[in-house]
């Protein structure tokens, strides 16, 4: 872990999204120092299935030993940001540090994208980090070692990471653009713009709420992306700016090689992040055993034994419908609903389905006996979704199971 030196000490640092996930691991990292934090979000009330409030955020970063602000902050509302802007200068009397983290994400295609969904993602992400970043940068060019920091990604101008959700690219690379932008036209200045972004899945409670407990063992914790944070944010922000980081990168280059302490289940194999070549989803980083070969049974088979697993409490659990449209050498129409009874399988397609999954059989196959995931085929484009991502990450948890069983 990178250690705590004290160099934040006194600090404001104004960070969005903060009541859950990253940005608070990052406010407990920083109040470690002493750091004044300002937790700029949303989430005023207990939200009925994430935890955590700017309250209660304000409450733990005071625990760990800095001062804190909670503000009630819609990021995409210019009122509100100047508001806590100001709310911040006068109580800690300046800001040095911004960090850019709320964000929103709908990896939707083009044609399942509204434009409500389309407008959300671009005023949080984009515009919300723009508005951020003008508000906070007055109070930045009067601090001693100004930092803007945004969580996004390197520009990778790849299709790849274009086709499947153009929408939430664009979004982020938002983001990316204000670094890109920011850093240069600041530099005189001396106020560091720099992103920070994953290797690796990062296992936080809105991932649980997407995906349930299945995706934990494929992922690390928030821990990395807070230490590679601070590492950056003790940087001299003159000699140290217009970076595009990564997590692991910035923890190898001071000497923190010990990364499994960061993984949920150490030694397990983890789950590339979207935009990284350099991890692309085609190549998983593996620690530990291979996964068993696909089963010659066929598709035939799979859905057999699919049958046989249905339960009550497995429809309670997913509640969606599914059909799969296969190609290959197994060609064919399957469906799997689990939205009533002990849910059903069959070989025919289905009226308005929740979620409708393309691809080729031997990836099919795959996918159910654990040697290909479903969140990798899908960000190389070999599995294509439409309808609903949320019910498309809940059917993990079957193949898990059916991983389990050996199929």
Avoid at 6 to 33: N, Q
Avoid at 214 to 224: F, L, M, P
Avoid at 329 to 342: M, P
Wanted: charged residues 20%; aromatic residues 6%.
């Amino acid at each position: 872990m990178a250690a705590n030196t004290g160099k934040l000490a006194g600090k404001t640092i104004f960070i969005t999204g903060a009541s859950r996930g990253i940005g608070k691991a990052i406010a407990l990292k920083v109040a470690k120092d002493g750091a004044n934090v300002v937790i700029a979000a949303k989430t005023a009330d207990p939200h009925p299935k994430l935890p955590g409030t700017i309250y209660t955020a304000s409450e733990e970063v005071q625990k760990a030993g800095g001062n804190a602000l909670p503000c009630i902050v819609d990021i995409r509302n210019e009122d509100q940001v100047k508001e806590a802007v100001q709310q911040a200068v006068s109580k800690f009397g300046g800001i040095d540090i911004l960090i850019n983290n709320a964000s929103a994400i709908s990896l939707t295609s083009t044609l399942a994208t509204s434009m409500k969904k389309y407008d959300l993602m671009n005023g949080i992400n984009a515009r919300g980090t723009y508005l951020c970043s003008q508000a906070c940068l007055p109070y930045l060019l009067k601090s001693k070692n100004p930092h803007i920091l945004n969580l996004s990604p390197p520009l990778n101008m790849s299709s790849i990471w274009f086709k499947n959700h153009v929408a939430y690219t664009m979004a982020k690379y938002g983001m990316s653009m204000c670094v890109l932008g920011m850093a240069e036209e600041f530099k005189e200045q001396g106020v560091a713009v720099n992103a920070l972004w994953p290797r690796t899945a990062i296992w936080t409670a809105a991932m649980e709420m997407l995906g349930g407990q299945d995706g934990k063992s494929q992922c690390r914790k928030v821990d990395i992306m807070s230490d590679a944070a601070y590492v950056i944010l003790t940087k001299d922000s003159r000699q140290f700016t217009g970076n595009f980081c990564i997590d692991d990168e910035i923890l190898k280059s001071v000497g923190i090689t010990d990364l499994d302490q960061y993984a949920c289940v150490p030694g397990s194999e983890l789950l590339p992040d979207f935009f990284l070549d350099g991890s692309s989803p085609e190549v998983k980083i593996t620690k530990g055993k291979e996964a068993p070969p696909a089963s010659a049974s066929g598709i035939s088979s799979t859905f057999k034994q699919m049958d046989a697993m249905l339960s009550e409490d497995l429809v309670q659990d997913i509640k969606a419908s599914y059909q799969f449209d296969l190609s290959g050498s197994e060609q064919g129409t399957w469906y799997l609903d689990l939205k009533s009874g002990k849910g059903s399988v069959g070989q025919t397609a289905i009226e308005k389905p929740d979620c409708i999954m393309s691809c080729d059989s031997q990836l099919f196959l795959d996918m159910f006996v654990g040697k290909a995931s479903p969140t990798t085929s899908f960000m190389t484009g070999k599995l294509k979704i439409k309808g609903d991502m949320k019910a498309a990450m809940k059917l993990e948890r079957l193949m898990g199971k059916m991983k389990k069983s050996k199929l």
